[in-house]
């Protein structure tokens, strides 16, 4: 069973950066399109960011273009979602995700690891 352990979680301030990773275990990483999630306070689980097997595709929400890039190391099985010129709205806790295909919905995610939390202060 696949697992997925997300770090470089915390807290920063308005227009501050982050970075976070997402290292996956087990064989054929490569094989997966990986993607990032969030769950702000009170609110529905939702699409951040998503980027195809071999690293040559990506899809971001529309509220984090821009300001966040996903990218991915095959080599070393991990995922990583750079954040800059993070804001408020941007509170929340970032699940790292695994799928078959590119998408936006959470009902198609395969393996999901157990959320790190982003606390952006004003």
């Known amino acids: 069973q696949v697992q997925l352990v997300e770090s470089g979680g915390g807290l920063v301030q308005t227009g501050g950066s982050l970075r976070l990773s997402c290292a996956a275990s087990?064989?054929?990483?490569?094989?997966?399109?990986m993607g990032w999630f969030r769950q702000g306070p009170g609110k529905e689980r939702e699409f951040v960011a998503a980027?195809?097997?071999?690293?040559?595709?990506?899809d971001y929400a529309d509220s984090v273009k821009a300001r966040f890039t996903i990218s991915r190391d095959n080599d070393k099985n991990t995922v990583y979602l750079q954040m800059n010129s993070l804001k408020p709205e941007d509170t929340a806790i970032y699940y790292c995700?695994?799928?078959?295909?590119?998408?936006?919905?959470?009902?198609?995610?395969?393996?999901w690891g157990q959320g790190t939390q982003i606390t952006v202060s004003s």
């Open positions: 980027i195809t097997r071999g690293g040559g595709s990506t």
């Open positions: 087990g064989r054929h990483f490569s094989s997966y399109v």
């Open positions: 995700a695994q799928s078959l295909i590119m998408t936006r919905t959470t009902y198609r995610v395969k393996v």
